[in-house]
């Protein structure tokens, strides 16, 4: 098993750019979640998707922020237009709702916002 | 928030002492787990106790938890350089999980 893919690792931007996040979750896994981790904050919960279906999207900052899951291998984060505060590691993990209570964690994208 | 607090929030032993860390909660769990993070990594859980648990033990690690006191402890005996990381304990109550502010862990050879 590859375990969770995100991509890119590193991500360098301006202000102002739109930056794609990309995921392909665990095979069979049902549940992905976006996190974001910065040394202020901590690791914030953005959005969860159950069988590719958004549920909570309470913690996404702002509207410049959007998330899909087109289908049960891949989700993408956007961010439109990017602003140096969005700088942070942005994690996506994976759990199969039934069967594992625990997550399984990409290695993440580490975004810098000039 | 519903998010945990680890304390303390670094820590800083010799080789072989044993490491404790404490997590505090707010809300009613279904469970409450614990991540471990090396620096520049994603978050790896290593146990999970259920809240009708009052103590589990995996290898080296031995979890309490109290759901009176909303707290919970993660126990690494016998420390080893390799234990060098950041704990998370996470929070859920069902479909989400909330991580506190993690501790940062040094095991000095």
């Known amino acids: 098993d590859a375990g969770v893919i995100q991509s890119p690792r590193h991500e360098v931007t301006e202000m102002g750019q739109e930056v794609t996040l990309r995921c392909k979750p665990i095979?069979?896994?049902?549940?992905l979640f976006w996190y974001r981790q910065t040394m202020m904050r901590g690791l914030e919960l953005l959005i969860y998707?159950?069988?590719?279906?958004?549920?909570?999207d309470s913690g996404m900052p702002e509207d410049r922020f959007s998330a899909k899951m087109p289908n049960a291998s891949f989700s993408t984060l956007k961010i439109q237009p990017s602003e140096p505060r969005d700088s942070a590691v942005y994690f996506c993990?994976?759990?199969?709702?039934?069967?594992?209570?625990?997550?399984?964690f990409g290695s993440g994208t580490q975004l810098s916002v000039l | 928030s519903q998010q945990g607090e680890e304390d303390p929030q670094a820590l800083s032993i010799q080789e072989g002492e044993n490491a404790t860390m404490n997590c505090s909660y707010k809300?009613?769990?279904?469970?409450l787990q614990w991540y471990r993070q090396n620096s520049g990594r994603g978050l790896v859980h290593l146990i999970l106790i259920r809240s009708n648990e009052r103590e589990k033990h995996s290898g080296r690690l031995r979890v309490t938890l109290d759901t009176s006191k909303k707290s919970s402890s993660l126990l690494i005996t016998a420390s080893r350089a390799a234990d060098t990381a950041s704990y998370f304990c996470?929070?859920?109550?069902?479909?989400?999980?909330?991580f506190g502010t993690g501790t940062s862990l040094t095991v000095i050879p």
């Open positions: 809300t009613s769990i279904n469970n």
């Open positions: 998707f159950n069988n590719n279906v958004p549920i909570d």
């Open positions: 996470a929070t859920s109550t069902g479909n989400q999980f909330y």
């Open positions: 993990a994976s759990r199969h709702r039934r069967l594992n209570e625990k997550l399984f």
């Open positions: 095979s069979g896994h049902n549940s």
